[in-house]
């Protein structure tokens, strides 16, 4: 807790942003708050750089900042700004009456709302619209294997996007499985 874990994606290929290649981007993943206690959370780091991070909140209430640095092939920083950013896997369902919510706060910049996505901006959080995205019986459109899945045709349904205004950050809270960031 409170020590920034960070991750690099180098020599990425059929990357680019606004005519420049993106050779190189650094996530920094910093566990803020943890409601169990404890100062580490497991977490899965994955090789592909769209899906990251995967972590367990062991049942608490996790906050995670996590910032997301692009550099082209001279090693120098790319200005993201007006770049647009896919905010996915944003699970929400009652698990023994407590609301276990998955949301991005924090973010320095304009949400978009996917037309039909259960993701809806309030108050500068971007969240489930719906009490359940998870289950039919709850009032999803669609069961949560359907949609959260990193390859599934119906992901947009836990997903919002984000156009940066400026240095972005995200942070993912409740547990959760931290996907679908910026094309590469």
């Known amino acids: 807790q409170g020590k920034p874990l960070k991750i690099i994606y180098s020599h990425l290929k059929n990357s680019t942003y606004n005519g420049k290649k993106i050779f190189k981007v650094e996530f920094t993943f910093t566990l803020k708050k943890n409601t169990s206690g404890k ?5 899965i780091l994955y090789y592909e750089p769209t899906k990251t991070i995967n972590y367990s909140d062991l049942g608490a ?3 995670i900042d996590m910032e997301a640095t692009f550099y082209d092939e001279d090693g120098k ?6 770049s647009l ?7 929400r369902d009652l698990d023994k009456g407590v609301d276990r919510s998955e949301y991005v706060q924090g973010f320095n910049g304009r949400y ?27 009032g999803s459109r669609f069961e949560v294997g359907e949609w959260d899945q990193h390859n599934s045709t119906k992901s947009w349904y836990g997903a919002i996007v984000g156009k940066a205004e400026g240095k972005a950050r995200r942070r993912h809270e409740n547990g959760g499985r931290p996907s679908g960031l910026p094309p590469l």
Request: net charge positive.
């Open 85 to 91: 950013i896919s905010f996915a896997s944003l699970n």
């Open 39 to 43: 100062k580490r959370i497991p977490a």
């Open 61 to 63: 209430n996790v906050e």
């Open 77 to 82: 920083k790319i200005d993201m700004t007006g």
């Open 112 to 138: 978009i709302k996917i037309n039909g996505s259960s993701i809806e901006a309030h108050n500068g959080k971007a969240i489930s619209s719906i009490p359940s995205n998870e289950h039919k019986s709850h």
